[in-house]
């Protein structure tokens, strides 16, 4: 039976595994992406390419726009160019499902970035921060910050249905009381209220507009599931006069999120890096290429929570992320 988790990244193995029958065939790779509306699902594109030209192998990749049915064609187009392995940021878990069935139809193996897809689905592993310990490091974080005292929170999320999205929300909920319990034997948490951000800057603006409107003054927590969507509702408390008064959590560790950390704006982030991420994914490819076909159902990049205390290990000002 196969594991669920593994927390460690795959050894890199020789790129002259990539060699088949023929000499000169090279390995044709298809990434999936669900969207370029964002800096995190850009650097995903961008890293994917630095590191298929490293590892020596061909890469396609197609942008579905934030629409099912066009990454669906997007694949099935990919299909049809011969790609040798389908790397799928799915747009939706069933969705997903349908994709990993039209690649394993055609005997094409699926590797799942970023993105969760349901334990049945037909494929090679799922690559991704550890998103339940990431959030419980997060959620842990917030209750240092805030002491014995109430948390009013909001929640911004990406999209209905995500399955990420709800790990990293849950989880960090589970944190905060999980470390209210330990240290002060009772629960403060209150979430007022979510909102949807769409995985971008102006989405989480939006959402954050409108949460204000709602539930005002109340608000002492803002949770994001996405640093570029907490950097939208950072821009709007400061347009309210209010981000004084509330700590802002995120997800993703994007430079731009680091900064507004270095700043005081964001209390706490962890790292989503799709630079690891996508070296990662090769990294399978190349294992699986040499013969090795049972993988775990997760392989996870390191777990890292960054705050003001360690932020400028992590910050790199040239990075695409």
């Not at 330990?182 to 989480?204: F, M």
């Not at 775990?296 to 205390?309: A, G, Q």
């Amino acid at each position: 039976m196969k594991k669920l988790v593994w927390g460690v990244t795959l050894a890199l193995v020789s790129v002259t595994a990539t060699v088949t029958a023929h000499a000169d065939d090279k390995v044709k790779v298809g990434f999936a992406n669900r969207t370029l509306n964002g800096a995190f699902f850009n650097g995903l594109t961008e890293y994917m390419k630095i590191h298929a030209k490293d590892h020596g192998y061909e890469l396609i990749t197609t942008d579905a726009r934030g629409d099912l049915n066009k990454q669906i064609s997007d694949v099935e187009d990919m299909l049809a160019q011969g790609i040798n392995y389908l790397v799928l940021n799915p747009q939706d878990p069933e969705a997903g499902q349908r994709i990993a069935q039209i690649a394993k139809s055609k005997n094409v193996p699926v590797i799942v970035l970023d993105s969760d897809i349901s334990l049945d689905a037909p494929v090679v592993t799922r690559v991704q921060a550890n998103n339940a310990k990431n959030n419980i490091l997060i959620g842990e974080y917030a209750v240092d910050q805030f002491g014995d005292k109430p948390l009013n929170c909001v929640v911004i999320s990406g999209n209905q249905g995500n399955l990420v999205g709800e790990a990293r929300r849950t989880n960090f909920f589970r944190g905060v009381m999980e470390a209210q319990l330990r240290k002060y034997n009772h629960t403060q948490v209150n979430i007022l209220s979510q909102g949807w951000g769409n995985w971008d800057q102006q989405g989480g603006l939006k959402a954050m507009e409108d949460l204000i409107v709602a539930h005002g003054d109340k608000i002492n927590c803002v949770y994001s599931e996405m640093d570029d969507m907490a950097l939208g509702a950072v821009l709007s408390l400061k347009a309210a006069n209010k981000l004084q008064g509330v700590k802002v959590f995120s997800h993703d560790g994007y430079k731009k999120g680091l900064e507004a950390v270095q700043r005081g704006d964001i209390q706490a982030t962890a790292s989503n890096n799709p630079d690891l991420l996508t070296n990662t994914v090769m990294d399978v490819i190349t294992k699986y290429q040499a013969g090795t076909k049972d993988f775990p159902d997760y392989v996870y990049i390191p777990s890292i929570l960054i705050n003001k205390d360690n932020v400028s290990k992590f910050y790199n000002k040239d990075s695409i992320f």
